[in-house]
């Protein structure tokens, strides 16, 4: 079993930056790729990006490519999404998540993953 405990969230306006994590526990997470989704209310959870184990590899959606960046650091067993230059549109709850593979060759869909943290409010004010 893998515990993920998301961190960071919070209020901040826009055009400002918030520092997500994802600290895991239980097991290790440095042999599978991790993924940050967000849902926000009334809409379908959505893939934000994903790392690879090695954090050679990442992916972001379109919507926030150039303005967040996913790392990890699989000594402290922690994954981490700068986000930078936020929008209000950004606004949602948002979740890490271990997936089945240690890598991936584009974005994978939320069925790629098997565990889940419980999410970390983020909103962004106009």
């Known amino acids: 079993q893998v515990q993920l405990v998301e961190s960071g969230g919070g209020l901040v306006q826009a055009g400002g930056s918030l520092r997500l994590s994802c600290a895991a526990s239980?097991?290790?997470?440095?042999?599978?790729?991790m993924g940050w989704f967000r849902q926000a209310p009334g809409k379908e959870r959505e893939s934000v990006a994903c790392?690879?184990?090695?954090?050679?590899?990442?992916f972001y959606a379109d919507s926030v490519k150039g303005r967040f960046t996913i790392s990890r650091d699989n000594a402290k067993n922690t994954v981490y999404l700068q986000m930078n230059s936020l929008k209000p549109e950004d606004t949602a709850v948002y979740y890490c998540?271990?997936?089945?593979?240690?890598?991936?060759?584009?974005?994978?869909?939320?069925?790629?993953?098997?565990?889940w943290g419980q999410g970390t409010q983020v909103t962004v004010s106009s």
């Open positions: 239980g097991r290790t997470i440095g042999t599978y790729a």
């Open positions: 790392i690879s184990w090695s954090g050679g590899t990442t």
């Open positions: 998540a271990r997936a089945y593979r240690r890598y991936y060759s584009s974005l994978p869909a939320k069925e790629e993953y098997d565990y």
